[in-house]
C-alpha cells in the first residue's frame, strides 16, 4: 500500500495564494494595467478543491464579462502554475462583507457538477495514474495542428515530430533537448508530443511534467519513505518529458534522482523529452555529469520569432476567432512590434480583439496603438539610452561626448535635452537613471529638458518636427 502525504492545510493556503499571484502577474502582463485594473484586479480567490479554482467577483455584469473574455487565460495560467486545474469557475459576491457562513454556502452550494473533475481521492490512484497526479494535465489547445511552423522553430518542431510519431525511441534523439526563451513555445510542443502518443499509440505510457513538479513529488516521497515506490512509477513509462528542467539547478538531491531516473530510463532504451531556458552546456547549477547526459542526443533550439513567423501565429490565433474582423495591416503593425515572445504577442491580439468587443468598435491601427500604449512602449525597450545619444548627436553634427559633458551653450545643451527627452520617451528607464546616462546630472536636469522639448515643441512647430523625426528614426 502506497501512502501519500498532503502538504499542510495551511502550506496548501500559502501555496495556493502565491500561484494566485503569479496567475494576476500574468494577466497584467497579458492585459495592461487598464484593463486588469477595471475587469480583473477585483477578483479574488476563493478556494480550490478537486482542481477547480472558484473565484469571485463583486457584480454579475463581471461575471458575464469575464466568462466571455479572460476565462479562458485565467485557466490557462492557472494551470501553468499548477498542473492539477482543470477549471475556473466565477462566482458573484458583493463588496459588502460576509459572515463566514455565507461564505462557505457559495462554495458548498456548487452543484457537483460544476466539478467535472471531482475524483475520489484514492491513495493508490496518485502513483498508479501516470496522467494524473504523478504528471501533469495537457492543454487541449497545444498540438501540433496549432504549432505554426517558421525558420527559428523548424528543427525543434521537426524533432518533436519524430519522436512524436515513432513507435519506439528515436535513435540520436535520447533526449531530445529542447531549449529557447520564455514564451517560444517549448511547452506546446512538448504537449504535442503527449497527445500525439496518447492518440495514436494509447498503450504507451506518457509521462509529462514540470522539473518543479519532479522535484515536489521527489521530496514527498522522501518524507513519506517511500522512494521505492517513486523511482518505479517514473522508470515504468515509456516515453517520460519534463518541463523547464532549469528549475532543479543548485537542488541537489533532486539532480541526483533525476540523474538515476534519466539512467534507468535510457538504458531501457525509453523515449526522453527535456526542455531548458538555455543550452545543456549552459545550464548553471547543474552538475557536470547530468548537463552532460542531457546532452547526449538532439539538442534542438527554439530561436527568438521572425516577423514572418509571428504573422503566421497572428493569421491563424485570428481564423480561430469567429466573426472577428483584423485588418492586415494591424497584424502586421503587431508582429512588427511585439517582438518578445509568443506569449507577450498573443496577450496583445486578444486585448485589441477584447477592447474592440467591450466598446463596439472596429479595430484600427489607432485603436490598436491606443490600446497597446504601456506594452509597445515595454517593447521597444530595446532602444537604448546609447543608440539615442548617437543618433541625436549625429543628426546636429556634435559629438557623442558633448552629451555626456557640462556644456551649456545651446548648440550643445538644446540637443543634450532632445536626447534626454528621447530616453525619457523611448526608454523605460527612470529620470535618475538617464541623468547618469548624461555625465551624472541630477535628475531634476532631466526633468527640466523634458519639460522644455515640450514647450518648444508646441510654441515652434519646425522643432517639434525635427523632434519627431528622430523619434521615427529611432523607432524604425
Ligand atoms: P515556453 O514553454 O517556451 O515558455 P509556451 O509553449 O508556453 O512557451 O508558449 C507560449 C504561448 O505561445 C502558448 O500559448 C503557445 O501556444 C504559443 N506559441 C508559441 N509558439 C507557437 C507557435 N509556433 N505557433 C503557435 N503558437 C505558439
Ligand atoms: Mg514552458
Known sequence: MIRTVKPS??????????????????????????????????????????????????TRFMREWILAHYIDNILRFWSN???????????????????????????????????????????????????????ASLDPRYTFDNFIVGKPNELA????????????????????????????GKTHLMHAIAWNIRRT????????????????????????????????????VDVLMIDDVQFISGKDSTQEEFFHTFNALVDQNKQLVISGDRSPSDLDGIEERVRSRLGWGLV??????????????????????????????????????????????????????????????????DSTQAVLYDLLRANDRRITIDDIQKKVAGHFNIKVADMHSAR????????????????KKLTSKSLPEIGRKFGGKDHTTVMHAVKRIDELSKKDPEFAEDVELLMRMLQS
Not at 531530445?176 to 526563451?181: E, I, K, P, S
Open 300 to 365: 534542438a533550439d527554439i530561436h527568438t520569432t521572425s516577423f514572418e513567423l509571428r504573422l503566421g501565429i497572428l493569421q491563424s490565433k485570428i481564423e480561430k476567432m469567429q466573426g472577428i474582423q483584423v485588418p492586415e495591416k494591424v497584424l502586421e503593425f503587431l508582429a512588427h512590434k511585439i517582438t518578445s515572445n509568443v506569449r507577450e504577442l498573443e496577450g496583445a491580439l486578444n486585448r485589441v480583439v477584447a477592447h474592440a468587443t467591450l466598446v463596439g468598435t472596429s479595430i484600427t491601427l
Open 408 to 423: 551649456r551653450s545651446v548648440a550643445i545643451a538644446r540637443p543634450r535635452q532632445i536626447a534626454m527627452y528621447l530616453s
Open 157 to 184: 518542431h521537426a524533432a518533436a515530430r519524430r519522436v512524436a510519431e515513432s513507435t519506439s525511441v528515436v535513435e540520436g534523439c535520447n533526449p531530445l533537448f529542447l531549449y529557447g526563451g520564455v514564451g517560444l
Open 81 to 135: 502554475e499548477d498542473r492539477s486545474i482543470h477549471a475556473v469557475d466565477i462566482f458573484v459576491r458583493p463588496e459588502a462583507p460576509m459572515s463566514h457562513a455565507s461564505r462557505e454556502q457559495i462554495i458548498s452550494s456548487l452543484p457537483e457538477t460544476a466539478m467535472p473533475f471531482a475524483q475520489p481521492q484514492n491513495d493508490t490512484q496518485h502513483y498508479s495514474d501516470a496522467e494524473g497526479h504523478l504528471g
Open 9 to 58: 492545510a495551511q502550506e496548501q493556503k500559502i501555496l495556493q495564494q502565491q500561484r494566485w499571484e503569479n496567475v494576476r502577474e500574468r494577466l497584467r502582463a497579458a492585459y495592461g494595467e487598464a484593463i486588469f485594473n477595471s475587469w480583473l484586479a477585483p477578483l479574488k480567490l476563493a478556494d480550490i478543491k478537486n482542481g477547480q479554482v472558484m473565484i469571485t467577483v463583486p
Open 201 to 236: 499509440q494509447p498503450k504507451r505510457k506518457v509521462l509529462y511534467l514540470s522539473a518543479e513538479k519532479f522535484m515536489y513529488q521527489f521530496v514527498r516521497a522522501l518524507r513519506n519513505k517511500d522512494t521505492v515506490s517513486f523511482k518505479e512509477q517514473f522508470r515504468s
